[in-house]
């Protein structure tokens, strides 16, 4: 996948910079015409005129059709890789999901949406991440930096259903008890898109609500990372609480900062620094705007968590030649049961200790 992911980026760099030269020839040729009085006018001006633009439609049409072989080579390749793909790199349209079983081991990476380029939208290049994560996610409920036509609340659902969506493909990318979800709503306004997960029982616990929620919820987790953090630095790890849940930890935070005090937001950005390194990872629906009381305290914070949006946006940039990539969240098909299906199946596997 990475291999054409960086063949998609190229090809598509390739076709663009050839296109850029047809037009600064072009260009050239076309000044260099107006340049003499001789050729401003009569045929021979037209001529000229005409025989530069043949030039650059030539040159267009050469890499067009260059970019065009390769890309449906690019294509063929995704025919046969897609439905090869196992769960954790699946979409979910996928039948590998109709006949999900709980892994074993933990899978390498995991697929945070698709990736396409305009030269090309109908070719989409799965977008994975290593695991574990070594970033938290910031799932963008605002308005900024996007073209969407969906308004302000239905943004929002369509976040939160993004980060269910999420969470649930983390689930079952994992062995039964090797991921704990934790969830903070502080206002109670994802009571309907949590209901997967809670009716799964694939939570640790109801999703915490109000400030003494808000504070439970990240004072057990700060804690968590300050004993790993000593055991892994003292090169006693043997030596922590047996009772506590040595797996991988994930804290979905809904609306923030609402419900947040000034410790909560230090610990959420404690969460996001230090966590990863012991296993304790954050996913955050939220909007910037609702935070800016805070001002340029929270940059650190929003830089260290990986932007995805709940809609298509071109906020991405490959790491190659910097294209601005179309995101679009992994969503399961209109109607489908997938998602539920899936939930249920890793619920049993944990509350049995079976695949």
Known sequence: MWGMF????????AYRSAVDFAESRMEQELDKVL???????????????????????????????????DLAQLAAEAEVVEPALPPAFADWSS???????????????????????PERPDLRIPMLVRLPL????????????????????QLRRLALDSAVAHTARLLASYPPGAFTVHVIDAAGTGTAAFAPLVSAGVLDGPPATGAAGVTAALTRLTQRVDLVQ??????????LPPDLDTGEQLLVVNDFPHGFDDRAVTQLRYLADEGPAVGVHLMMVADREDASEYGPLLDP?????????????????????????TYEPPMPPPGSQVLSHVLQRVGEARRTGSR
């Not at 039948?95 to 892994?103: F, G, I, K, N």
């Open 134 to 153: 070594e970033r938290g996610l910031w799932i963008d409920s605002g308005r900024s930096g996007t073209d969407s036509l969906a308004d302000a609340d």
């Open 35 to 69: 340049s003499d009085p001789r050729s401003r006018i009569g045929n021979t001006g037209d001529a000229a005129r005409a025989a530069a633009r043949a030039r650059h439609g030539d040159l267009v049409d050469q890499a067009r059709a260059a970019l065009d072989r």
């Open 6 to 13: 960086e063949d998609l980026a190229r090809t598509a760099a």
């Open 95 to 117: 039948p590998v999901w109709h006949a999900y079983r709980a892994p074993m081991e933990i899978p390498m990476a995991l697929r945070l949406g698709n990736l396409h380029l």
């Open 301 to 325: 914070l929003w830089r260290a968590l990986l932007r995805v949006t709940p809609v298509p946006d071109d906020h991405l940039a490959d790491p190659w030649v910097g294209h601005a990539w």
């Open 230 to 239: 000593m055991a892994v630095r003292g090169g006693v790890a043997d030596a």
